[in-house]
């Protein structure tokens, strides 16, 4: 299994990691404070670290990695509404090595992003921005 | 016999790690504890599966933690703005760092997200933690139980350490697990 062959990490994508979960910390607390507006920007910027994270994890043999973070990545993107970008990693996401359950939720988090991007994009109507219900 | 005594100041966390901004933690911490009682809050930790050369062969002890009258200010303004229960998690993830760092040395934590969820995990020991809190403490088991499965149903195949706070006015009370990996 590539879990076994996987390298060790470089310390230039541990420092990217840590980048990425500083903001997606930040964001996610602001979320949970009620500060919507103040996290929202965020929500990308965390997301677009996840994109470089993804394929470097590949890269080293932690496929399953690489696959949350295309999931942590896609779930960052629909939480700052841009939902096509979202669906797009939910479906990279998709063709990684998952386990059943969790392809069963990515599957899930994918429908309600479609969902809501031809609710969005068909009928114009408004949507919550970068909701988030608490919880870990 | 007396239990062994772990002590800390909750303003510690932001020290250890300044970059992942915990200091919102460390006051929802301060914001729930101090509705029970003033500082030193005291836990009283049940654990299992856990290893630390500071615990020895004891499987409970008693965590004491302190705060700054700076802190409880920011916490009062903090609970005047936020529902309880992201407090209530909120304050739980800060006593679960805690517990990360000292007693679980988990090092560095990396955070996923994972649509409602907060994936957190330990690159280093390939563990994820999983964390929760209530101020039912009848909850305290249940809720255990429960994410314990979810967290060994991790995306990565990985063991997990699971930590659920139970803040209460009988007693405040954690429960700490770690676990080796469901599948080979």
Not at chain 2, 138 to 147: A, D, F, V
Request: proline content about 5%.
């Amino acid at each position: 299994m590539a879990k076994a062959k996987a390298k060790p990490y470089p310390p230039s994508l541990l420092e990217l990691m840590a980048s990425k979960t500083t903001i997606l910390m930040k964001a996610r607390t602001y979320a949970a404070m009620g500060l919507t507006e103040t996290a929202q920007p965020m929500w990308g910027v965390a997301a677009s670290f996840e994109e470089r994270i993804a394929p470097l994890l590949e890269a080293l043999g932690r496929d399953r990695e690489a696959a949350a973070s295309r999931i942590s990545a896609a779930s960052c993107y629909q939480k700052g509404g841009d939902l096509g970008r979202a669906a797009n990693l939910y479906q990279a996401a998709l063709a990684g090595p998952l386990r059943p359950s969790t392809r069963r939720d990515v599957e899930a988090m994918r429908a309600t992003c479609l969902d809501e991007l031809s609710r969005t994009a068909l009928n114009g109507s408004s949507r919550r921005r970068g909701k988030m219900p608490a919880g870990t | 016999m007396s239990l062994p005594t772990m002590r800390c100041a909750i303003e510690d966390l932001e020290r250890w790690d300044p970059r992942l901004f915990l200091e919102p933690h460390a006051v929802a911490c301060v914001g729930v504890m101090s509705r029970y009682a003033g500082p030193p809050a005291t836990f009283e930790v049940a654990c299992e599966g856990v290893t630390s050369r500071w615990l020895g062969k004891a499987t409970n002890f008693r965590l004491e933690v302190s705060w700054a009258e700076q802190t409880a200010a920011k916490a009062a303004r903090l609970l005047a703005t936020m529902q309880q229960k992201p407090v209530v998690e909120l304050a739980s993830v800060a006593l679960a760092f805690v517990l990360a760092r000292r007693l679980l040395a988990l090092g560095r934590l990396d955070l996923n997200d994972y649509g409602e969820r907060a994936d957190y995990r330990s690159p280093t020991a390939e563990c994820v933690l999983e964390v929760s809190g209530t101020e039912d403490p009848s909850e305290l088991g249940r809720r255990h139980r429960e994410k314990v499965a979810q967290a060994l149903d991790n995306t990565y195949g990985w063991g997990a350490c699971v930590v659920v706070c139970a803040f209460s006015a009988k007693g405040h009370r954690i429960r700490v697990s770690r676990h080796d990996p469901a599948e080979a």
